[in-house]
């Protein structure tokens, strides 16, 4: 039976549901509690898929027979080179097995074995006739795991790093990374952010550029920054950051703030601080998030400062709302915003990054089986499918410097923050999940926002989006790809660094680089590859870039700042920033 009450478009994320799929929602929940992440269905359908092609490609076997033998003898020749003489060629590249003493036998024959060994189990599952390119990645995902678990770099006996500090500690590594470890686990069972955390408070160490709380509804605080220069541009600029972690991650350390940035180049800024939603909060939807989220922000802007345009900007998920927003607005031939800025945010999810290992139909199922149940979705289940595919460097690296060298990674304000999560709401996640992951329904057109289709196509204010080099959230090609979906002047910048670093990163931190081009209205469309190609390379943070594009699209005559919310409209000041909701737990 279907699910018909006070449904989501996609039919699937409803509240009141029958009694027999309630069964089938508490067994899911119930089981995904007991499991990694990965659905054991998705697992065994692309076990099958897999092993189904694998047996009916005999071509493929005996290419990979061929491969295993050929590895097997370059291993012997290895061993054998140790009793006649040669030296040994260091191993290939990889992070792990960067040190000098992986090069010394026997650590350096493990090392190599090991490094065959992956290499084969990569060509293993991949480019088998046949296979679902989904089922593929999700094959080679699990694979990659298992072998990171046994990598002669994690285990304590075979890795000559931890073998030579213990010895030059006598031992006392390992009373350290035991130490390290009970920590971890008091920290984790108490629910309490990582050690070391505590040490970049919102209001002390971070989030401490001056404001004002001056709007405040169930799900956000709106944050207005004090002046920093005598006179500002007349147009505002709006901050939307993404609804799965805290704000601050745009107002960190003093050196490293994008608020402080902006507020310091002459801009009156204003930033959404999202609440953190409980299981009350079960039924907001995405529309919700849309509405009393970015909407009320510019209603209370609006307010503050009457008939000015608003230079509107969103970080990944935030960026994505306000598309989303912007292409709504205007529909409805609402033309309060002066530009667009999308930092590291999809608005094509084609190329989804690396969640796309965990979007399909059964695991969708699955995490809104443990939605339904609890009534939201942790950011810790979110940020665990990242964790899977890069468990790498994400975990297993992590564990082995604290747990069996007995040192912790430095904690920085960006480490602190990204532990300072928010939940999601079930059905607000789920809409989002199914309707942009899952049925891309933004770039086709087939979102709905107040019933009616949002269209990229119809935004015709200035664009300018960001995409990074190392991203494996949102792919820069992914980025780019607004490009084919709207036809305004679109001004698009390639940093170097990942979805973080390459995002939040002072001009005044050497060693940086972005590339930038501006496709004017209507122009003529490049692929990705040969845009990079053409696009200027400048040295430096773009923020630099940034601040210049949108003093070029604010009116040239500056003006005195304004007042801290507009009391006499019923925006007046409710206390000083970061606010009440960045502290909710």
């Known amino acids: 039976m279907k699910e018909t009450a006070n449904l989501p478009e996609s039919g699937s994320t409803g509240t009141n549901i029958t009694p027999y799929r309630a069964i089938d929602r508490l067994r899911e929940a119930t089981v995904a509690g007991l499991g990694t992440g990965i659905s054991p269905l998705a697992l065994g359908m692309a076990l099958i898929d897999w092993s189904a092609h694998l047996a009916a490609a005999p071509g493929k076997r005996m290419e990979l027979a061929g491969k295993a033998t050929q590895d097997a003898a370059d291993l012997m020749a290895r061993i054998v080179a140790l009793t006649v003489g040669p030296k040994t060629q260091p191993t290939p590249q990889d992070p792990r097995f960067a040190d000098p003493a992986w090069r010394n036998p026997?650590?350096?024959?493990?090392?190599?074995?090991?490094?065959?060994?992956?290499?084969?189990?990569?060509?293993?599952?991949?480019?088998?006739?046949?296979?679902?390119?989904?089922?593929?990645?999700?094959?080679?995902?699990?694979?990659?795991?298992?072998?990171?678990?046994?990598?002669?770099?994690?285990?304590?006996?075979?890795?000559?790093?931890?073998?030579?500090?213990?010895i030059e500690t006598g031992g006392l590594s390992h009373l350290v990374g035991l130490r390290n470890w009970f920590e971890d686990m008091a920290h984790l069972a108490a629910n309490r952010p990582p050690v070391g955390a505590e040490r970049f408070r919102p209001g002390h160490e971070v989030a401490t550029t001056p404001g004002k709380v001056v709007f405040r509804n169930h799900?956000?605080?709106?944050?207005?920054?004090?002046?920093?220069?005598?006179?500002?541009?007349?147009?505002?600029?709006?901050?939307?950051?993404?609804?799965?972690?805290?704000?601050?991650?745009?107002?960190?350390?003093?050196?490293n703030s994008l608020v402080r940035h902006l507020v310091q180049a002459g801009h009156t800024v204003f930033c959404l601080s999202w609440r953190n939603p409980t299981a009350e909060d079960r039924d907001l939807t995405l529309d919700d998030y849309r509405n009393l989220g970015i909407m009320a922000a510019v209603d209370?802007?609006?307010?503050?400062?009457?008939?000015?345009?608003?230079?509107?900007?969103?970080?990944?998920?935030?960026?994505?709302?306000?598309?989303?927003?912007?292409?709504?607005?205007?529909?409805?031939?609402?033309?309060?915003?002066?530009?667009?800025?999308l930092l590291a945010a999809q608005t094509d999810f084609t190329e989804p990054g690396d969640l796309a290992l965990f979007i399909d139909h059964d695991q969708l199922h699955r995490l809104e089986s443990v939605m339904w149940q609890r009534g939201y979705l942790t950011a810790d289940q979110m940020l665990g499918a990242f964790r899977f595919v890069r468990s790498n460097d994400l975990v297993w690296s992590r564990m082995v410097r604290a747990y069996l060298l007995g040192e912790r990674e430095p904690m920085t304000d960006i480490a602190a923050w990204s532990a300072d999560s928010t939940r999601m709401p079930y059905r607000m996640q789920g809409e989002y999940l199914r309707r942009l992951y899952l049925e891309n329904a933004l770039a086709s057109d087939r979102l709905l926002a107040e019933g009616r289709p949002v269209a990229?196509?119809?935004?015709?204010?200035?664009?300018?989006?960001?995409?990074?080099?190392?991203?494996?959230?949102?792919?820069?090609?992914?980025?780019?790809?607004?490009?084919?979906?709207?036809?305004?002047?679109?001004?698009?910048?390639?940093?170097?660094?990942?979805?973080?670093?390459?995002?939040?990163?002072?001009?005044?931190?050497?060693?940086?680089h972005y590339r930038i081009a501006t496709r004017r209205r209507n122009g003529a469309y490049l692929y990705p590859e040969d845009w990079a190609q053409a696009a200027a390379?400048?040295?430096?943070?773009?923020?630099?870039?940034?601040?210049?594009?949108?003093?070029?699209?604010?009116?040239?005559?500056?003006?005195a700042p304004p007042d801290m919310g507009a009391a006499a409209a019923g925006y007046p000041p409710l206390g000083d920033a970061p606010g009440s909701y960045v502290r909710q737990r």
């Open 219 to 255: 799900l956000i605080e709106l944050i207005q920054y004090a002046p920093a220069t005598e006179t500002v541009l007349a147009e505002p600029v709006l901050l939307v950051p993404a609804w799965i972690m805290k704000y601050y991650v745009l107002d960190l350390s003093p050196e």
């Open 106 to 166: 026997p650590f350096s024959i493990w090392a190599h074995g090991f490094l065959l060994a992956q290499q084969w189990w990569q060509a293993a599952t991949s480019d088998v006739p046949g296979v679902d390119p989904h089922h593929e990645s999700l094959l080679s995902a699990t694979a990659q795991q298992w072998l990171d678990m046994v990598s002669p770099a994690t285990l304590p006996l075979t890795n000559p790093e931890v073998i030579v500090r213990s």
């Open 300 to 341: 209370a802007i609006s307010a503050v400062l009457p008939g000015q345009r608003i230079h509107a900007a969103g970080y990944c998920l935030g960026g994505t709302l306000l598309a989303i927003a912007a292409a709504a607005m205007a529909g409805a031939r609402d033309n309060r915003l002066a530009t667009v800025s």
């Open 537 to 559: 390379m400048h040295s430096g943070s773009w923020w630099t870039a940034w601040t210049d594009w949108l003093a070029h699209h604010s009116t040239k005559k500056r003006q």
């Open 456 to 512: 990229l196509r119809n935004i015709r204010a200035p664009i300018f989006a960001v995409g990074t080099e190392d991203d494996y959230v949102t792919p820069w090609s992914s980025v780019y790809r607004l490009h084919c979906l709207c036809d305004a002047e679109l001004t698009f910048v390639l940093a170097d660094r990942d979805h973080l670093a390459g995002i939040i990163h002072d001009p005044a931190q050497p060693g940086s």
